[in-house]
């Protein structure tokens, strides 16, 4: 088809990671710039002019910014494995999930595991989220249903990240106990071949979180 | 097509009433609650109980909350006067702005003109912010080109609210001499007939913002 695909990103960046997994689901082949987020690159400056930040789809030259609408054009754009559904209903839903992960779930836990605003309250909301999105899950496989789908991706912070994190920091935000379904989701969604190739390896992620930890803790 | 289509907004949000001003540009009939801001309405809960906020679509008697996931699957469903392209990289773009807007012009402009935060600095990124929308209007009669797109349409509060509210917090922010092409595009945006028919009355705006300033100010 000759097309030429490019995704700048940063390997412990989960939006970066999501574009990546739609794009191996879907077997396209593209090329990957790691970005050192200390410093803008021209390139990322010159494809994300507005945000300055990864993840960024060039596709043929032509930049696409915000991982949302980036995880949206791919699907649009290369139709094997769909991960968003036809019914322009169950379309509005996943869509309307995937904000509310972005939006509210993944500031309130950040703000939890790192105590950046009100750590306490940040923790409650975090609670909350995680209990909706329970709800949500109910006993399926993955919210995208028995394959993973919008939904799942957008998640992989949930998935992944979460429980890395919350053990660096000495949470308990996602929990068998607490959370049975989404628990059981997140080994789903890690174990999967395609997820499970393209996360970053958990050590070099915890490394870094204690890292963080410690230099913040050093300046408080 | 024994469709059934209910809006709740509020008469001052401008997220209501893009979803309305879609609704009329495809002739979709509706009905419309008038939502009372400060006591969510049972029915509000029941459709939104995730952010318990306007607007809510309910089609069929199956709701969707945030308006940007409205106004997506409004264009899909009901395909007369398409507010978004066909083109995938095209829409992209569409998305890209109106989540710009959404997410970083609305708060700024929302924090320069109430002063909520650091207003200088709310101040300085608005302008930055319209000087963004200035070039990517450039000389197009609309965001979407000849006619009224999606970008348009989530650019309401900008075409609309902002020029009311700026002038009674008394501060310069879309001007004529600032951001011409803007400027230029607020007139024709709010003169259009379905927009113009679908807006706050001017005087009420205004008259809720001056009581809000003094209330404010009274309260410091």
């Known amino acids: 088809m000759g097309d030429e695909v490019k995704v700048f990103g940063h390997w412990r960046s989960p939006f ?8 191996k689901m879907k077997g396209v082949p593209y090329e990957y710039f790691e970005e050192d987020l200390s410093i803008k690159s021209p390139l990322l400056l010159k494809y994300n002019p507005i945000y300055k930040r990864v ?20 699907d649009e754009t290369w139709k094997d494995n769909p991960i968003l559904p036809q019914d322009p209903y169950e379309k509005a839903m996943c869509l309307f999930w995937a904000k509310f992960i972005h939006e509210k779930c993944m500031h309130a836990l950040w703000n939890a595991c790192w105590g950046l605003e009100d750590k306490e309250k940040a923790i409650e909301e975090s609670l909350d989220h995680l209990k909706t999105l329970e709800n949500e899950l109910k ?45 059981k989701w997140s080994d ?10 393209n996360l970053p390896p958990r050590d070099k992620l915890t490394g870094y979180y204690q890292a963080h930890l410690a230099s913040s803790s050093a300046s408080k």
């Open 55 to 74: 993840p960024v789809l060039v596709h043929n030259e032509k930049p696409i910014g915000e991982s949302l609408v980036i995880l949206q054009y791919i």
């Open 139 to 183: 006993d399926k496989r993955f919210f995208g249903g028995d394959k993973i789908g919008f939904v799942d991706i957008v998640a992989n912070f949930i998935g992944f990240w979460l429980r890395a994190l919350q053990e660096v920091v000495g949470l308990e935000l996602l929990t068998q106990e607490k959370f049975p379904n989404l628990f």
């Open 188 to 197: 789903e969604f890690v174990n999967c071949d395609i997820i499970k190739e």
């Open 16 to 23: 970066g990671r999501s574009v990546e997994a739609v794009l």
